[in-house]
């Protein structure tokens, strides 16, 4: 993880990967003289695991992790020679869209 000249942390999806599985070992270690610290293991197994798993689907670009739709575009504009998309994911703008519905 680095802090980026915007102020803001930066970090990529293998060193995330690897840091919560670090984490998941250091918390684990706790375990012995504190059971508390199991619940802090399970999330940042969970982390690991997630991070692991986008890393297999990327395979070098991130077009299976994004939706169907956004990846279609994405596919579009690289064909095409335009600019890419601003979306990348659709999960904020979907959250966000669903919490406005409520």
Request: proline share 1%; net charge negative.
């Amino acid at each position: 993880m680095k802090l980026g000249s915007n102020g803001y942390l930066h970090t990529d999806h293998w060193d995330d990967a690897v840091a919560s599985l670090e984490a998941a070992y250091a918390f684990y270690c706790q375990t012995a003289t504190n059971l508390d610290y199991w619940k802090w293991c399970l999330i940042a197994v969970h982390s690991a695991v997630q991070g692991f798993m986008v890393l297999a689907l990327e395979q070098g670009n991130s077009l299976l992790v994004m939706k169907n739709d956004i990846a279609a575009k994405w596919l579009e504009a690289h064909e095409s020679g335009k600019s890419y998309p601003q979306e990348k994911n659709g999960l904020l703008s979907e959250s966000v869209r669903k919490s406005e519905e409520r």
